[in-house]
C-alpha cells in the first residue's frame, strides 16, 4: 500500500535535513509519494506570502506530512508560519517524546519521556497589542479554554493507556494564574478521574523544571499548555540528547505533520552539516502513525546504531566532552547515507543494549545556542 504525503522542506537547514529523511525512508521500502510545497522563505520569494494557500490545502487533501523547520522574525514581521499552520489546521496535540538514544549526547541515558502540549491557544493564540501610544506597556493575553484543555489532557491519557506508559502528569501555574492554570487544573482532576487505570500526578512549571534536571527518570507522560509545552519540549530534548536527535508530531482529528523540535538553525544552513535525526525520526514516527511498525523499528534501530558506532556522525553527537569516543564529524548527507544503508540489514530480534551514561565533560561552546 502506498502512501502520499505532503513535504514541506521549510527553509535554513530544512531542505537539507528533509532531503536526508527522505533518503532513510526509501530505504524502508514502503511506498511513499512526496508532494512537495513550499512555505517559509521559499515561499515569500515565489508567493509573496510565507504560508500560501496551496500547503494548507495539500496538508488537508494527504492528511499526512513531514516538515522541515521554518524561520519566524524575533520581535517584529510577519506572524509565525508553525503557529499558523497548527491554528488553521487545528493540530491541537504536539506530541515531543524524548528518549535518549544508545546513551549518547547525554547525562541521563535512560531518559524516555513524552511532552503534550496543547498547540492551539495558551499564550500563543496571537492576541497581543501595545498598551500605550508610546510603546512602553505591552500586553499578550493568555487563552485558555476548557474544550481545547479536556481535548488535550483527553489525548495525553488515551497515548498513555495505548503505549502502556506508567503516569501522566499536567504542569501549570495554578498558584499564580488562578482562571487560566486553575481551569487546566480543575480539567486535568476531572479527566484523571476518568482513567482510573493510569496514575497522575501535578507539578507547577518552576517545580517541574528542577525535577526533570534533577531526576527525569521519575516522570512519563507530561501534558501542559502551549508556552510550558514549548519550553519543557526544549528541556526534555535536551535531557535525551539534544536538539539534534529530537523529533515532533502534530496531530488534529484527522490530520497529522511531523516536524523536528528543532528550528531552521541558520548559521548551518547550506553547510551540509546539521544532523538529520531529529527529521529522520518524524519519519520514524509517521510510519509509527500509520501502521507501518517493522519499518518505523528499522529507522529507529538503525539510528540507534549508527549513533552508538560513533563512525558517522554530525558535529553535535561527536563533539568532546558529549561522548566517551570523540570522533571526527561527519556530514548531514554522509550520517543519512549510512542510516540509508543500514536501516534494511538491522536484525530487530537482537535486543537494544543498555544506554551508558556519558561521562560529564567540558561543553564545547560551539553547541551553546
Ligand atoms: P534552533 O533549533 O534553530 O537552534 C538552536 C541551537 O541548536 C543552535 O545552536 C543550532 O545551530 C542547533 N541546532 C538546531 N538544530 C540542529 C541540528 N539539526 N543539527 C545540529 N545543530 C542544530 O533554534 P533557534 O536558533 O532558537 O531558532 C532559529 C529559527 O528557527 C527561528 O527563526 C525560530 O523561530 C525557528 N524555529 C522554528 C521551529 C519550527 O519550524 N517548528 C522550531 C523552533 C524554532
Request: hydrophobic share 40%; proline share 7%.
Amino acid at each position: 500500500m502506498g502512501y502520499r504525503v505532503s513535504l514541506i522542506p521549510g527553509d535554513g537547514i530544512g531542505p537539507e535535513v528533509t532531503n536526508a529523511a527522505r533518503r532513510v525512508a526509501e530505504a524502508t521500502g514502503v511506498s511513499i509519494e512526496w508532494e512537495t510545497v513550499e512555505a517559509g522563505e521559499p515561499a515569500i520569494k515565489a508567493h509573496g506570502t510565507p504560508l500560501p494557500d496551496s500547503v494548507l490545502d495539500s496538508i488537508r487533501k494527504n492528511r499526512l506530512a513531514l516538515k522541515g523547520p521554518i524561520t519566524t522574525p524575533i520581535g517584529s514581521g510577519f506572524r509565525s508560519v508553525n503557529v499558523a499552520l497548527r491554528q488553521q489546521l487545528d493540530l491541537f496535540a504536539s506530541v515531543r517524546p524524548a528518549r535518549a538514544i544508545a546513551g549518547e549526547g547525554t547525562r541521563y541515558p535512560e531518559t524516555n519521556l513524552i511532552v503534550v502540549r496543547e498547540a492551539t491557544e495558551g499564550l500563543y493564540a496571537g492576541v497581543e497589542h501595545w498598551v500605550d501610544r508610546d510603546h512602553t506597556a505591552a500586553e499578550t493575553v493568555n487563552i485558555v479554554t476548557r474544550k481545547a484543555s479536556d481535548r488535550i489532557i483527553r489525548f495525553a491519557f488515551e497515548l498513555a493507556r495505548r503505549e502502556h506508559r506508567r503516569q501522566v502528569t499536567a504542569v501549570h501555574k495554578a498558584n499564580i494564574m488562578k482562571t487560566t492554570g486553575g481551569l487546566f487544573q480543575t480539567a486535568f482532576r476531572e479527566m484523571a478521574a476518568k482513567y482510573p487505570d493510569i496514575p497522575s500526578d501535578e507539578r507547577l512549571i518552576d517545580n517541574m523544571c528542577m525535577q526533570l534536571a534533577k531526576k527525569p527518570e521519575e516522570y512519563d507522560v507530561i501534558v501542559t499548555t502551549n508556552l510550558f509545552g514549548d519550553i519543557l519540549s526544549d528541556l526534555c530534548a535536551g535531557l535525551a540528547g539534544g536538539l539534534g536527535v529530537a523529533p515532533g508530531a502534530l496531530y488534529g482529528d484527522s490530520i497529522a505533520v511531523f516536524e523536528p523540535v528543532h528550528g531552521s538553525a541558520p548559521k548551518y544552513a547550506g553547510q551540509d552539516r546539521a544532523d538529520p535525526v531529529a527529521e529522520i525520526l518524524c519519519v520514524e514516527l509517521l510510519l509509527r502513525h500509520v501502521g507501518e511498525r517493522e519499518a518505523a523499528d528499522r529507522i529507529f534501530r538503525a539510528v540507534w546504531e549508527t549513533i552508538a558506532e560513533k563512525k558517522v556522525v554530525t558535529y553535535d553527537l561527536a563533539l568532546p566532552g558529549y561522548t566517551q569516543r570523540p570522533v571526527t564529524p561527519s556530514t548531514c548527507s554522509a550520517m543519512a547515507k549510512e542510516i540509508a544503508r543500514k536501516v534494511p540489514e538491522v536484525d530487530l530480534d537482537r535486543p537494544l543494549p543498555r544506554p551508558r551514561a556519558v561521562a560529564a565533560g567540558p561543553i564545547d561552546p560551539a553547541l551553546e545556542a
